[in-house]
């Protein structure tokens, strides 16, 4: 067995507490109070020892604990997960003090001990015992690692789960040092943010050792909270000894990558700190261990001195790989390495916000720093469209509480790691602060909390804050957006024969009296040049409307001049427009587009859009908007469009939109005209990006040019046996799904051939890729055959569901899986009403949903002999088919103002 030992200043032994009592568990304890009286009793110090046998997910564990008892009291309480059992030993009988009551609350996690007498001021030492075999609570630290046969012990993954390796304090606002002996078998590592002092092997059993006495005078161990102690227990990992700094990487034994890049990244986003940030980088740990493993639970988690990343997540390839997938990695990286500088700032006179505070200020300036670092790749303006505008588009829907809310009462004191919409909106709401600074102020704030890690961000903030900005201060304004659900939603309206007033309206119909100081700024078409988008001042929402001057000030001066406010997408929240400055912008950017930064055109398409789709907004005029696009090449400009096909997409299965598909054809046309179909060597990421979307676009809304360049490309590659494997992977989805969209029977046939005959699983799943109905029946035809496909190895069956899915909305495909349907089944051996399920989930006719139902009911009548075990499965076919409906409905509702031709 390997014994690990983590020391910390050792302090001096009091008075022994302890009794022969084991805890009763409370099953009732609402009246239980999870307040742990930190301000009467402290812990100073934990002599922690554990024994864990992975294979057996058992954890045995022995906890001294040293207090101070700052006012006399007659209890203890502290946290502590339900395990097997806890209990309080006294084997010399030699405690001033006696246990009258052992409880534990198990829904809180609260463990009481109650004292015969009440115990006065002063320190005090008390030891717990306490096993834990594969109960509910084990499952939260113990994971498989490649199977079932191999377990990883760690608390990184589940909130609060440090209650379960030792009884504790587990508050940010309370410190103590730590002196903790883990125990593992042999061919296991302890990874920890506590430091390692000393490892031995040893193979008596831990509870025959005398606990924490070995004593280390001169080490120096800055104290922390619980939720800063993590532990990661692996085995079959190994530590490359080549390292960048302070990196250094962990990955298993018979990973086939080492991962050298991401210790190049995190280098070079921990060298910001310190080179352009001014931070001392001491305040890091002295080494970082980077761990890479093939399922870890999440994209990555970390504690001070390491992280841990899932392999798929932070795998890169700079051939094979898109381009968007470098800025995946990266981000990933950059996060852990910015939450390393924030975590551990431990400040806790402020009490339990700063937990979620450093977690929102790491989530942003991840990305803060990544635009300082590979500044040519635009990631900023990337995240902008990226994150805050489709976060706009989900906050609406999906968030139930504010995040200050969601964040302390969700999931604890880790409750903003979890959330991803809370991070994204704290994302948001950090870049709108920061544009209220320069970039080198915002930074020496940065530094200045990181330093001093006592003073509360938001005072520190305020002391760069010009006062005359604004008679509100910093967290106030913040207040008002951390503490509210949603964002609000402004409405302009211009008075065109008075050519300086514009007319602010908090459009947003409140239904829990929301409140939100608005940072609002704006730019004219005679002003974008000038435009600081620090200029600002505030709109209280909670006044209906305010008055501005418009900023050109010349006598008779023209009206028709557009007005654009929040650009650059400074603030948090949604601009609408009357229906004459809508026109007014979208006329100018067609024959102006640059002059209009690419996230402010983006951000202008975002609004319009969610403004048509809940009637604010006609939708001839968002089409209108959206005109520019087709002679605009820049992705960023460009990014809410896809999200907006990407979410119209089930509309663009009815007829009733053909006519708005053939508008974003010409867009789609228009850009690939200028930029071509395929990438060239100096092109950067953003134009690649670009062309894959436009392209991939293009040809799912059936562009014929598209298709038909990659048909072209496909025949090249097809004669040739051996050319098919050496079609990029970026290329793959266009050359062969795309190119095949539109061959005829004959070349469907010979492709068919050589699939068959190479054996090649790809082309067979790509063959489904057509549009041909007659073939698609065709295809299903020889899938029945029994031993047609017996040259292959391949199993049909998944490829068969693969058409069923995308081609059961064509009349021709539904009415053969009809009348076919038994035939299917019994052919693939499919479960019980699976095809079904695929045919209702796929179609988009009420009529076709008809024709499913009456075959289901044909099929599972109860009045058949033998049938009447489908009783209740006709019942959830039926409610199926009721709930398909109910959202193909709303899905024409939705869209209803995009049912007008375009003229």
Same mark, same amino acid.
């Given at each position: 067995?390997?014994?690990?030992?983590?020391?910390?200043?050792?302090?001096?032994?009091i008075?022994?507490?302890?009794?022969?009592?084991?805890?009763?568990?409370i099953?009732?304890?609402?009246?239980?109070?999870?307040?742990?009286?930190?301000?009467?009793?402290?812990?100073?110090?934990?002599?922690?020892?554990?024994?864990?046998?992975?294979?057996?997910?058992?954890?045995?564990?022995?906890?001294?604990?040293?207090?101070?008892?700052?006012?006399?009291?007659?209890?203890?309480?502290?946290?502590?997960?339900?395990?097997?059992?806890?209990?309080i030993?006294?084997?010399?009988?030699?405690?001033?003090?006696?246990?009258?009551?052992?409880?534990?609350?198990?829904?809180?996690?609260?463990?009481?001990l109650?004292?015969?007498?009440?115990?006065?001021?002063?320190?005090y030492?008390?030891?717990?015992?306490?096993?834990?075999?594969?109960?509910?609570?084990?499952?939260?630290?113990?994971?498989p690692?490649?199977?079932?046969?191999?377990?990883m012990?760690?608390?990184?993954?589940?909130?609060?789960?440090i209650?379960?390796?030792?009884?504790? +304090?587990?508050?940010?606002?309370? !410190?103590?040092?730590?002196n903790i002996?883990?125990?593992?078998?042999?061919n296991?590592e302890?990874l920890s &943010?506590i430091?390692?002092?000393?490892?031995?092997?040893m193979?008596?059993?831990?509870?025959?050792?005398?606990?924490?006495?070995?004593?280390i005078?001169?080490?120096k161990?800055? &104290?922390?909270?619980?939720?800063?102690?993590?532990?990661?227990?692996?085995?079959?990992?190994?530590?490359?000894?080549?390292?960048?700094?302070?990196?250094?990487?962990? $990955?298993k034994?018979?990973?086939?990558?080492?991962?050298?890049?991401?210790?190049e990244?995190?280098?070079?986003?921990?060298?910001?700190?310190?080179?352009?940030?001014?931070?001392?980088?001491?305040?890091?740990?002295?080494?970082?261990?980077?761990?890479?493993?093939?399922?870890?639970?999440?994209?990555?988690?970390?504690?001070p001195?390491?992280?841990?990343?899932?392999?798929k997540?932070?795998?890169?390839?700079?051939?094979l790989?898109?381009?968007?997938?470098?800025?995946?990695?990266?981000?990933?990286?950059?996060y852990e390495?910015?939450?390393?500088?924030?975590?551990g700032?431990?400040s806790?006179?402020?009490?339990?916000?700063?937990?979620?505070?450093?977690?929102?200020?790491?989530?942003?300036?991840?990305?803060?720093?990544?635009?300082?670092?590979?500044?040519?790749?635009?990631?900023?303006?990337?995240?902008?469209? !990226?994150?805050?505008?489709?976060?706009?588009?989900? #906050?609406?829907?999906?968030?139930?509480?504010?995040?200050?809310s969601?964040?302390?009462?969700?999931?604890g004191?880790?409750?903003?790691?979890?959330?991803?919409?809370?991070?994204?909106k704290?994302?948001?709401?950090?870049?709108?602060?920061?544009?209220?600074?320069?970039?080198?102020?915002?930074?020496?704030?940065?530094?200045?909390?990181?330093?001093?890690r006592? $003073?509360?961000?938001?005072?520190?903030?305020?002391?760069?804050?010009?006062?005359? !900005?604004s008679h509100y201060r910093?967290?106030?304004?913040?207040?008002?957006?951390?503490t509210?659900?949603?964002?609000?939603?402004?409405?302009?309206?211009?008075?065109?024969?008075?050519?300086?007033?514009?007319?602010?309206y908090s459009?947003?119909?409140?239904t829990?009296?929301?409140v +939100?100081?608005?940072?609002?700024?704006?730019?004219?078409?005679?002003?974008?040049?000038?435009y600081?988008?620090?200029?600002?001042?505030?709109?209280?929402?909670t006044y209906?409307?305010? @008055?501005? !001057?418009?900023?050109?000030?010349?006598?008779? &001066?023209?009206t028709?001049?557009?007005?654009?406010?929040n650009?650059?997408?400074?603030?948090?929240?949604?601009?609408?427009?009357?229906?004459?400055?809508?026109?007014?912008?979208?006329?100018y950017?067609?024959?102006?587009?640059?002059?209009?930064s690419p996230? @402010?055109?983006?951000?202008?398409?975002?609004?319009?859009?969610?403004?048509?789709?809940?009637?604010k907004?006609?939708?001839?005029?968002?089409?209108?908007?959206?005109?520019?696009?087709?002679?605009?090449?820049?992705?960023?400009?460009?990014?809410?469009?896809?999200?907006?096909?990407?979410?119209?997409?089930?509309?663009?299965?009815f007829?009733?939109s053909?006519?708005?598909?053939?508008?974003?054809?010409?867009?789609?046309?228009?850009?690939?005209?200028?930029?071509?179909?395929?990438d060239?060597i100096?092109?950067?990421?953003?134009?690649?990006?670009?062309?894959?979307?436009?392209?991939?676009?293009?040809c799912?809304?059936?562009?014929?040019?598209?298709?038909?360049?990659a048909?072209?490309?496909?025949?090249?590659?097809?004669?040739?046996?051996?050319?098919?494997?050496?079609?990029?992977?970026?290329?793959?989805? +266009?050359?062969?799904?795309?190119?095949?969209?539109?061959?005829?029977?004959?070349? +469907?046939?010979?492709?068919?051939?050589?699939?068959?005959?190479y054996?090649?699983?790809?082309?067979?799943?790509?063959?489904?890729?057509?549009?041909?109905?007659?073939?698609?029946?065709?295809?299903?035809?020889?899938?029945?055959?029994?031993?047609?496909?017996?040259? @292959?190895?391949?199993?049909?069956r998944?490829?068969?569901?693969?058409?069923?899915?995308?081609?059961?909305?064509?009349?021709?495909?539904l009415?053969?899986?009809?009348?076919?349907?038994?035939?299917?089944?019994?052919?693939? #051996?499919?479960?019980?009403?699976?095809?079904?399920?695929?045919?209702?989930?796929?179609?988009?006719s009420?009529?076709?949903?008809?024709?499913?139902k009456?075959?289901a009911?044909?099929?599972? &009548?109860?009045?058949?002999?033998?049938?009447?075990?489908f009783?209740?499965?006709?019942?959830?076919?039926?409610?199926?088919?009721?709930?398909r409906? $109910?959202?193909?409905?709303?899905?024409?509702?939705?869209?209803?103002?995009?049912?007008?031709?375009?003229?």
């Amino acid at each position: 067995m390997k014994l690990i030992l983590f020391f910390g200043v050792v302090l001096k032994f009091i008075v022994p507490i302890a009794s022969k009592i084991y805890a009763r568990n409370i099953t009732k304890c609402l009246l239980v109070s999870e307040n742990l009286n930190i301000s009467e009793v402290m812990p100073i110090r934990y002599d922690a020892h554990i024994r864990i046998r992975p294979q057996q997910r058992m954890l045995l564990g022995y906890t001294n604990i040293l207090i101070e008892v700052k006012k006399p009291i007659k209890d203890i309480i502290l946290n502590a997960k339900s395990t097997y059992g806890y209990g309080i030993e006294d084997e010399q009988g030699s405690a001033s003090y006696k246990v009258s009551d052992f409880q534990l609350c198990e829904k809180k996690e609260i463990l009481i001990l109650q004292f015969d007498k009440m115990l006065d001021k002063g320190k005090y030492r008390f030891e717990i015992a306490y096993r834990s075999v594969l109960n509910k609570h084990v499952e939260e630290i113990f994971y498989p690692t490649w199977n079932n046969q191999n377990w990883m012990l760690t608390n990184l993954y589940t909130p609060n789960a440090i209650r379960i390796l030792f009884p504790c +304090w587990d508050d940010p606002r309370v !410190k103590a040092t730590y002196n903790i002996s883990i125990q593992v078998p042999a061919n296991y590592e302890v990874l920890s &943010s506590i430091p390692e002092q000393s490892f031995s092997f040893m193979h008596r059993s831990l509870f025959t050792l005398k606990f924490g006495r070995r004593l280390i005078k001169y080490q120096k161990f800055v &104290s922390k909270p619980t939720h800063l102690i993590a532990f990661l227990i692996i085995n079959d990992i190994v530590r490359d000894y080549e390292n960048r700094g302070i990196h250094y990487m962990w $990955r298993k034994i018979d990973a086939d990558k080492e991962f050298t890049y991401v210790l190049e990244k995190a280098k070079m986003v921990t060298s910001f700190f310190s080179n352009s940030m001014n931070i001392d980088t001491s305040y890091l740990s002295p080494e970082i261990d980077h761990v890479v493993l093939p399922n870890s639970p999440m994209k990555s988690t970390g504690a001070p001195g390491f992280v841990v990343y899932r392999e798929k997540d932070i795998t890169f390839n700079e051939i094979l790989d898109f381009p968007g997938r470098f800025v995946d990695v990266i981000t990933l990286v950059s996060y852990e390495m910015a939450r390393q500088l924030f975590i551990g700032v431990v400040s806790p006179q402020l009490g339990n916000d700063y937990v979620w505070l450093n977690e929102i200020f790491a989530s942003f300036c991840g990305y803060y720093i990544m635009d300082q670092v590979w500044p040519s790749d635009r990631l900023m303006e990337l995240f902008v469209v !990226k994150i805050i505008q489709p976060t706009l588009n989900i #906050d609406m829907l999906l968030e139930s509480e504010p995040i200050i809310s969601k964040s302390k009462n969700s999931d604890g004191i880790d409750g903003l790691l979890y959330p991803l919409l809370y991070h994204k909106k704290a994302f948001a709401l950090i870049r709108m602060l920061l544009q209220l600074y320069n970039r080198d102020v915002f930074n020496e704030a940065i530094r200045k909390y990181v330093h001093e890690r006592t $003073r509360d961000i938001w005072t520190i903030l305020e002391d760069y804050y010009l006062q005359n !900005k604004s008679h509100y201060r910093i967290k106030e304004i913040m207040n008002t957006w951390l503490t509210m659900k949603h964002h609000p939603e402004l409405t302009i309206l211009r008075k065109y024969n008075e050519q300086r007033t514009i007319s602010i309206y908090s459009s947003y119909e409140w239904t829990d009296n929301s409140v +939100w100081i608005v940072p609002v700024n704006y730019i004219t078409q005679f002003t974008y040049n000038s435009y600081n988008d620090s200029d600002v001042f505030w709109f209280d929402s909670t006044y209906e409307s305010t @008055t501005v !001057k418009s900023g050109y000030d010349k006598l008779n &001066s023209p009206t028709d001049y557009f007005v654009i406010v929040n650009p650059e997408q400074t603030g948090y929240y949604r601009v609408n427009y009357d229906d004459k400055n809508w026109i007014l912008i979208s006329t100018y950017m067609q024959n102006n587009t640059s002059n209009i930064s690419p996230i @402010t055109r983006a951000q202008l398409v975002n609004d319009a859009y969610y403004f048509a789709t809940i009637r604010k907004l006609k939708g001839s005029t968002f089409i209108e908007l959206t005109k520019h696009l087709k002679k605009d090449t820049d992705f960023i400009a460009w990014y809410p469009m896809f999200n907006i096909l990407l979410d119209m997409s089930s509309y663009f299965k009815f007829p009733e939109s053909n006519h708005i598909k053939e508008h974003f054809l010409g867009l789609l046309d228009g850009v690939l005209n200028k930029i071509g179909y395929e990438d060239d060597i100096e092109d950067d990421k953003m134009t690649k990006s670009l062309r894959l979307l436009v392209r991939r676009w293009a040809c799912k809304l059936g562009h014929s040019v598209c298709r038909n360049a990659a048909l072209d490309r496909l025949m090249i590659y097809i004669n040739h046996r051996d050319e098919l494997n050496r079609i990029p992977a970026m290329l793959k989805e +266009w050359i062969i799904c795309d190119g095949l969209k539109t061959v005829d029977l004959n070349v +469907w046939k010979n492709i068919l051939d050589k699939a068959i005959n190479y054996n090649n699983r790809m082309l067979l799943e790509y063959l489904s890729c057509t549009e041909n109905s007659a073939i698609i029946v065709y295809y299903l035809q020889l899938m029945l055959q029994p031993g047609y496909f017996s040259k @292959t190895d391949q199993s049909m069956r998944p490829i068969c569901r693969k058409i069923v899915k995308n081609h059961i909305s064509k009349n021709m495909v539904l009415r053969y899986v009809i009348d076919n349907y038994s035939g299917i089944v019994i052919r693939f #051996d499919f479960p019980a009403a699976t095809l079904l399920h695929d045919m209702i989930m796929n179609v988009y006719s009420l009529n076709d949903l008809d024709m499913i139902k009456g075959h289901a009911e044909w099929l599972y &009548s109860p009045a058949k002999e033998g049938f009447s075990v489908f009783i209740n499965l006709l019942e959830s076919i039926n409610k199926l088919i009721t709930y398909r409906k $109910r959202y193909l409905i709303k899905v024409e509702d939705k869209f209803q103002e995009f049912n007008r031709v375009i003229e």
